[in-house]
Nanobody
């Protein structure tokens, strides 16, 4: 399996911005569709954005127009640019494959948005 490590989280005020990074070690293929997931406190994990090998993206309605997922060519890294953050965006953010994630999830990175 690919080892996935998320980073870039932190504490920001509402309206602020943050960029998350997902670094893959091993053999992540560019044919794999990658997704960013998040799990708010006390809630289930949900997909917020995904990107396929051709660069096509899909976003959850709750983040459309605010978040941007990207994967630079020749890089085993996936990014999530988060703008106009809201308190409801507070969650632990994870990256993984889509539609079937690896069984082994990373530690995730905490994003906290204050009002």
């Amino acid at each position: 399996q690919v080892q996935l490590v998320e980073s870039g989280g932190g504490l920001v005020q509402a309206g602020g911005s943050l960029t998350l990074s997902c670094t893959a070690s091993g053999s992540l293929s560019r044919i794999n569709t990658m997704g960013w997931y998040r799990q708010p406190p006390g809630k289930q994990r949900e997909l917020v954005a995904r990107i396929n090998s051709g660069g096509s993206t899909v976003y959850a309605d709750s983040v459309k127009g605010r978040f941007t997922i990207s994967r630079p060519y020749a890089r085993n890294t996936v990014y999530l640019q988060m703008n106009s953050l809201k308190p409801d965006d507070t969650a632990v953010y994870y990256c993984n494959l889509w539609p079937v994630p690896q069984q082994s999830w990373g530690q995730g990175t905490q994003v906290t948005v204050s009002s």
